[in-house]
Every structure is written in C-alpha cells, then in structure tokens.
C-alpha cells in the first residue's frame, strides 16, 4: 500500500502527493511540483487569480470608458445637427 510514497527533494520526506490535474503537491512541505516532468513548480495560484482579476476590471473600465466616449461622440454629433437644423 506504499507504492504512492514518493521522495520529496524540497522536505527530503518520504510523503504521499496529493495530486490534481497537472501538479502533485507535498503534503508536508506544501512545494509543487509538475506531473510532466516532476520539477518544482514556483508559481503561486493565488497570485495568478487576483492577476487575472485586475486585468479583467481593467478590461471593464476600458469598455465602459469606450462606451461613454462613444455615447459622448454621438450626443455632441446630434447636438450640432440639431443646432445647424440638419434636420
Ligand atoms: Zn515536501
């Protein structure tokens, strides 16, 4: 029933991984370390999240600025229709 017990190279334990798609984590240590190729992963998730969390409100922010711009553009183009009587 051991078979799963691994060397860890970060604790120097023997531990048994917790595994999920793409990376085995140590339960001891908690260092992770790619399923492909077994190297130590250094890349924190949370960190990736809340980056992929500012660009998306920034994304917004630059839609919405767009949006009002546009919204601007078509007012003031109406105004000075109105305005010279185009109509
Ligand atoms: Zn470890």
Known sequence: MNDNKVFCPQCQNQVVFIRSAFIN???ACGAR??????RLVD????AATAVMGILRVLM????VMVAVAGVGV???FVG??????GF
């Open 33 to 38: 370390f790619s399923r492909s190729d077994g």
């Open 25 to 27: 984590t140590c339960p």
């Open 80 to 85: 000075c229709a109105v305005a010279m009587g």
């Open 74 to 76: 078509a007012v003031l």
């Open 60 to 63: 917004w922010v630059v839609v």
């Open 43 to 46: 890349d924190v998730p949370g």
